[in-house]
């Protein structure tokens, strides 16, 4: 029940100029994202770690700070907005968005102004936080993982940062989201990112450098 809003899946042989990948350099299909994009997966228990459990989610990630916008800008995060029974006053049920005030989940990527990237996840009092300078007008690799208490960052294969988090939950029952932060009251796509993404993939599994290289 995979749905998504905005995008644009590009393929190779159509010529398109894509952030960082270029006609004249070969390409698979990928994704471009606009401030009004996003990509929706609905809450399941393959993709709501628990603390006990390990995982890496890795991405080609293009992006261009003169025309990515917001300033913050969302490229996966799974702690705003779910799907939600509620009753009307009619007395009807009714499957809305409703955006959870919650504190805690698993995962949260962001491009901050100046080309910052930001990584994140909280147990709902402690957020753990890797920052780094993500470089420009290109594609980079983006390899984010959790094994056992160690929070780590890689971008293009090169470790740039490890934290320890707490031993606490952070699961939620958020959606995920590619692309934004979620839906605003009014329905529209929160935080969106204006660039490229191609080659998404999470594993229930740490990985190891050779892997992360490879």
């Known amino acids: 029940n995979v749905t998504a809003k905005n995008i644009l899946i590009v393929p190779a042989d159509k010529g398109y100029s894509v952030i960082g990948k ?9 994704v471009l994202f606009n401030s009004a994009s996003y990509i929706r997966i609905p809450n399941n228990d393959t993709l709501n770690f ?3 459990e390990d995982f890496a989610i890795g991405m080609w990630v293009g992006h261009d700070t003169a025309i990515t916008a917001p300033a913050t800008a969302s490229i996966l995060t799974k702690r705003t907005t779910v799907k939600k029974n509620i009753t009307t006053r009619k ?12 504190t805690q989940y698993p995962y949260d990527i962001r491009i901050l102004e100046g080309s910052i990237i930001e990584c994140r996840t909280s147990d709902g009092s402690t957020v753990t936080s ?9 594609v980079n690799h983006i390899l984010l993982q959790k094994i056992g208490s160690k929070f780590e960052l890689y971008i293009n294969g090169e470790n740039v940062g490890v934290r320890t988090i707490p031993n606490e939950n952070f699961h ?3 959606d995920i989201f590619i692309g934004s ?3 605003t009251n009014n329905g529209v796509a929160a935080e969106g990112f204006n660039g490229s993404i191609d080659e998404f993939i999470i594993f ?7 892997e992360i290289t490879q």
């Open 181 to 183: 932060t979620g839906l």
């Open 130 to 138: 890797i920052k780094t300078d993500l470089p420009e007008y290109t």
């Open 91 to 102: 007395g009807l049920n009714q499957l809305v968005d409703y955006n959870l005030p919650i």
């Open 50 to 52: 628990k603390r006990s």
């Open 172 to 174: 939620n029952e958020a």
């Open 22 to 30: 270029y006609a004249e350099n070969p390409y698979g299909n990928t």
């Open 204 to 210: 229930s599994k740490g990985l190891t450098p050779a």
